[in-house]
C-alpha cells in the first residue's frame, strides 16, 4: 500500500500529541493559503471535506507528498475529534495491516485520522469525512461516558 503515515514524522518532537497539534496548525496555515477558515469546530469539517475534494481530483501527488498531506490533514481531522471528546494521540500497530500508525483514542475508541485523509484522497468521494465524521460523533455519544468535553 505504500502508507506509513506515523512513522517519517516532520516536527522533531518526543510527543505524539503535540506533534499531531502542529500537523493541525499547519492544516488551519494551508487552508488559510487557499482562503478557507479551519477552525476546529464540527462545520470547519465541511470546509475541510470540499478542500480535499478538489485536492483529490487535481493532484497527483508522490508516495511522499500523499503521506504528508494524510499527517496534516490528518492532524486536523483528530484535532476536531479529540477537542470534542477528548482522547489521547498514541502510536499503535494497525489492526489491520502489520504497520504502526498514529492512533486517537477516545473513551476506548481508536480511530486513525491520517488513514482516513489517505482513503479520502486516494478512493474519492466515497470516503467523505462529513459522514464518517457523523458516524464516529454518534458511536462516541453512545459510549458510557462518552459526549462532548
Known amino acids: 500500500?505504500?502508507?506509513?503515515?506515523?512513522?517519517?514524522?516532520?516536527?522533531?518532537?518526543?510527543?505524539?500529541?503535540?506533534?499531531?497539534?502542529?500537523?493541525?496548525?499547519?492544516?488551519?496555515?494551508?487552508?488559510?493559503?487557499?482562503?478557507?477558515?479551519?477552525?476546529?469546530?464540527?462545520?470547519?469539517?465541511?470546509?475541510?471535506?470540499?478542500?480535499?475534494?478538489?485536492?483529490?481530483?487535481?493532484?497527483?501527488?508522490?508516495?511522499?507528498?500523499?503521506?504528508?498531506?494524510?499527517?496534516?490533514?490528518g492532524g486536523y481531522l483528530g484535532e476536531v475529534v479529540?477537542?470534542?471528546?477528548?482522547?489521547?494521540w498514541t502510536i499503535e500497530k494497525y489492526p489491520a495491516g502489520d504497520f504502526l500508525i498514529v492512533t486517537l483514542n477516545v473513551n476506548g475508541a481508536k480511530l486513525f485520522p491520517s488513514m482516513k485523509i489517505h482513503k479520502r484522497l486516494t478512493e474519492g468521494a466515497s470516503e467523505n469525512l462529513l459522514l464518517f465524521y457523523r458516524t464516529v460523533r454518534t458511536r462516541l455519544e453512545a459510549r458510557p461516558g462518552g459526549g462532548i468535553q
Open 82 to 88: 479529540r477537542r470534542r471528546f477528548g482522547g489521547e
Open 1 to 73: 500500500m505504500g502508507y506509513n503515515c506515523a512513522m517519517q514524522p516532520t516536527h522533531e518532537t518526543g510527543d505524539i500529541g503535540q506533534m499531531m497539534r502542529a500537523y493541525a496548525e499547519d492544516a488551519v496555515r494551508a487552508a488559510r493559503q487557499q482562503n478557507v477558515n479551519l477552525d476546529y469546530s464540527e462545520q470547519s469539517l465541511e470546509h475541510l471535506e470540499r478542500l480535499l475534494a478538489e485536492l483529490s481530483s487535481s493532484l497527483q501527488p508522490t508516495e511522499q507528498r500523499l503521506d504528508e498531506m494524510s499527517r496534516t490533514w
